[in-house]
């Protein structure tokens, strides 16, 4: 019997990234003999259209029944979009919310990189690029004001709206020690980013993190406000190996790593609870301005199932195998429309692939 992998296409670009991760997971079974099950799972405004809920509760046990669930993109064009009509509960992210929390995935990996390939689609100054960066945002994520207590009322007259921001030390803690066991197997650098100049949460965040950095003392801790950090990630990315931080601040800044990168669609992800289950995502959107036309960067889709075969499967070869043929497929001048920079900065051997070409070249590269 094969691993059960739970397959959530959701909506938008979706579809097509995950179609050719699935393509590319079956030729690493080939080559290193497993087979994967998949079962299909719906989420987001798919799921409305089809049920009238972002997602059911059998859904989420379908999902608990799997050994690991690989995600597409969920949501669509929120000023166009009928599902940005329907109330803040019942849209298609309150789906993907509700299943990060149901599963426990407070932990969420986001590795960026720059590939020597990609340098020329690096937006950052050449000096920079040519340093190059490999690091791994650390970001919470069944917690903070993702989760916090909301309300939007009338006070004094006024319309007010209220988040909450609530953490307490068991929640920091436990994705604390995830960054710190990573950090191990890295530079054994852990940056913790916050905004302890203003808030009480990132002052308990820095408690505790010191707490827990006392049982590694390999590794060397620093903290980093994180409107610095914003700064410092386009003007030294080089100077970070694992990036730990809060749900709220994990959101923005995944969003710049990933995009120093070369492109949003390079930048993979893994949401992991206390066990070995995790969820498996690109960190981009739905993209819904290009969705369907089949041109959409598959990488950090693919980039996801080789996270998955490496935290869910212990598949480290496979998983190897799969981000080597991505740098091959790099290498030999392959890229989606998103990778091609300006005409000026563009070298010779690069060819722009669709969706699918991207997909079939990678599978073909495994060895
Ligand atoms: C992400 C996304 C989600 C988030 C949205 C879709 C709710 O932006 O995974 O980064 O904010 O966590
Ligand atoms: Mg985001």
Redesign the pocket.
Known sequence: MGAKIGVIKGDGIGPEVVNEALKVLDRAGEIYGFSCDYTDILMGGCSIDATGVPLTDEAIETAKAQDAVLMGS??GNTQTSPWYKLPPDRRP?AG??KLRKSLGLFA?LRPARLYDELREACPLKEKTATAGFDLVMVRE?TGGL?FGHRETKVVEGKRTAIDTLTYNEDEIRRVAIKAFDIAMKRKKSVICVDKANVLDSSRLWREVVSEVAKDYPDVTLSFMLVDNCAMQLVKCPSQFDVVLTE?MFG?IL??EASMISGSLGMLS?ASLNETKFGLY?P?G?SAPDIAGKGIANPIATILSAAMLLRYSLDKDAAADAIEAAVQEALKSGARTADLIPDEKRRTANIRCLNTSEMGDLIASLIK
């Open positions: 969920i949501g992210e993907l919310l969420n994520l993702y749900n959101d995944s969003d992800s995502e960190s959107g």
